[in-house]
């Protein structure tokens, strides 16, 4: 639910705070008062179009933050998740418009695209009014509403996952056939190019090895002189092995009688024998591993230049070579097989789409009787709200020749709003009025399912009054009771049924050089909400007769 919703330089409003509670809230105020101020202002945190003109005149920037509580299953998180941005338990959009053009987007303090707000924002609140409803734009809502209202989500999810496993047995089946049509248009040069690949068999980081290799004995001769004048260096006068046995024996014989003077000495050059002897043991290795033959440096350099002269006849790395010749390999075998991989592709294509059809068939006989279910519901609601001469069904158009992810059906509902008028779509015949009453009437039948958790209701009862009135404060409160619930109403038996009561109203504020309008939200306490559903039962000049008509209002719906 939206707990919060701070906005800073927007329009009219330059500093409001509205903390929001469960169940069902009602704006009210004057007409021309700033109700669309603050409609406009959340619209722009759930992701509608960035406007300068929005900005307060004189700032340089205008701030709306909302603030949602969620359980932690809630969907926005996975698709948080997905995208990297980190949120848990509160989720906060914070818009920031400049007075220059430009906006940005921020959840949880990090920033996000418009495209990505606009996708959060839509599993967060709906917006129902006279001029814009969001969630009947789109037919595809159609479909999810009459899925979320039968319960077919299994259904749903099955048909989805059968439907992934038509379209990568698609994409195998094409992609085999055209690597057959390839293969064939280029049999000669695919019959060379396997033949001299498999005869040079590449080996991926060869190239490394044999470069490596034809270095270091390219430089054998210089490796060989230094390790030359290191063995003459060891053998040379005052450093050979004889001299320094013949000292060390001298020194053992006279050792015993030193009284362990001579200790330390025998020890050390015992040791300078010992390393002389490795050193002269690993120069012997050394220059052993260092003896080439130049047959051998040829051979490498041979191999070598092939393997080279191979990437670039076939446009590749020499790393790469051995997977040109498994795609050439790949080529021959489907000249060569029978059509084996083929006729497998083509079983594994017809398998998935017959279980997909089976499926598709399936869900779609289950939402044509959902459909009759929904449109019984529906205009079961339609006379209380004033639309007793409308009639309201849901279309469902099934080709088996255009399938897709949610099946075979197309949904779409259809309103026709006088008696021997044809049906047609929803969105080109309801006027604004009539279009929000649908929504409120479908949203009631629905309850929690296929909702977002939070609904706005723009004005949805302008134009009518008394009993219709009382139908649809009757019909919010209802939707209330598992979601939250703004209303944005002129009418006071809506407002009566509210849990929270906010007052709209302009006001002008005297500045330090100048008079400007403000705009300022109150949360009504009993008394002062009292005297505004008086007001909006009388108009400017609030009666004690309308003070105690709004008392009976508010005594019966409290």
Excluded at 470 to 492: E, F, K, Y
């Amino acid at each position: 639910m939206l707990t919060a919703l701070s906005i800073r330089d927007i329009v009219l409003i330059e500093k409001l705070d509205i903390a929001l509670e469960k169940g069902l809230t009602v704006l009210t105020g004057e007409t021309g008062a700033g109700k669309s101020i603050l409609l406009d202002a959340l619209g722009l945190a759930l992701g509608a179009r960035g406007d300068s003109s929005l900005v307060r005149a004189g700032a340089e920037r205008g701030v709306v933050t909302a603030a949602f509580a969620l359980p932690r299953t809630h969907p926005a998180f996975v698709i948080l998740k997905e995208q990297g941005v980190d949120a848990e338990g509160e989720l906060v959009i914070r818009r920031i418009q400049n007075a220059d053009g430009p906006s940005r987007a921020a959840i949880n303090d990090q920033p996000v695209s418009l495209n990505l707000l606009r996708q959060i924002a839509a599993a967060l609140a709906e917006i129902h009014g006279q001029h814009a409803d969001r969630a009947l734009v789109e037919v595809s809502a159609h479909r999810r509403l009459l899925d979320a209202f039968g319960g077919h989500e299994a259904e749903v999810n099955e048909v989805a996952a059968l439907w992934t496993k038509v379209s990568e047995a698609e994409a195998a089946l094409a992609g085999h056939r055209s690597l057959m049509e390839r293969a064939e248009a280029e049999r000669d040069y695919l019959e060379h190019a396997t033949e001299e690949l498999r005869a040079l068999n590449p080996i991926p980081g060869e190239e490394a090895k044999l470069a490596e290799a034809r270095q270091m004995m390219m430089s054998a001769e210089q490796y060989a002189d230094a390790l030359g004048d290191a063995e003459e260096a060891l053998a040379g006068d005052g450093t050979s092995v004889a001299r320094l046995n013949a000292a060390l024996r001298k020194l053992e014989r006279r050792r015993e009688t030193a009284g362990g003077r001579l200790d330390h000495v025998c020890q050390a050059l015992d040791r300078v024998l010992a390393e002389i002897t490795e050193a002269e043991r690993a120069i012997a290795d050394a220059q052993r591993a260092f003896v080439f033959d130049p047959k051998e440096l040829e051979k490498s350099e041979e191999r070598l230049f092939a393997l080279r002269a191979a990437a670039r006849k076939f446009k590749c790395t020499v790393d790469t070579l051995a997977q040109v010749r498994t795609r050439f390999d790949d080529d021959m075998k489907a000249l060569t097989d029978g059509g084996g991989r083929l006729k497998k592709l083509e079983q594994a294509y017809r398998a998935a789409r017959d279980a997909f059809d089976g499926a598709a068939e399936k869900l779609s006989n289950r939402r044509r009787k959902t459909a009759k279910a929904l449109d019984k519901a529906v205009m079961a609601e339609l006379p209380p709200l004033k639309l007793e001469r409308a009639r309201f069904e849901t279309a469902i158009e099934t080709d088996a020749g255009k399938p897709g992810a949610h099946g075979i059906d197309r949904i779409e509902f259809m309103v026709a709003a006088n008696p021997g008028t044809p049906l047609r779509p929803l969105m080109k015949v309801a006027s604004g009025g009539e279009l929000a009453r649908f929504m409120l009437a479908l949203k009631v039948i629905l309850a929690a399912k296929g909702s977002a958790p939070t609904l706005i209701f723009d004005e949805i009862d302008t134009g009518v009054g008394g009993a219709v009135a009382d139908a649809i404060g009757a019909r919010l409160s209802r939707l209330a009771g598992n979601l939250q619930v703004l209303a944005v109403t002129h009418s006071p038996q809506v407002a009566a049924r509210a849990g929270q009561h906010m007052l709209i109203s302009k006001m002008e504020e005297v500045a330090s050089k100048s008079k400007r309008m403000v705009t300022r939200v109150q949360a009504l306490s009993a008394a002062s909400r009292r005297e505004e559903v008086a007001r909006m039962l009388s108009g400017a000049q609030v009666t004690e007769a309308a003070r105690a008509q709004a008392d009976e209002l508010l005594g019966a719906k409290g």
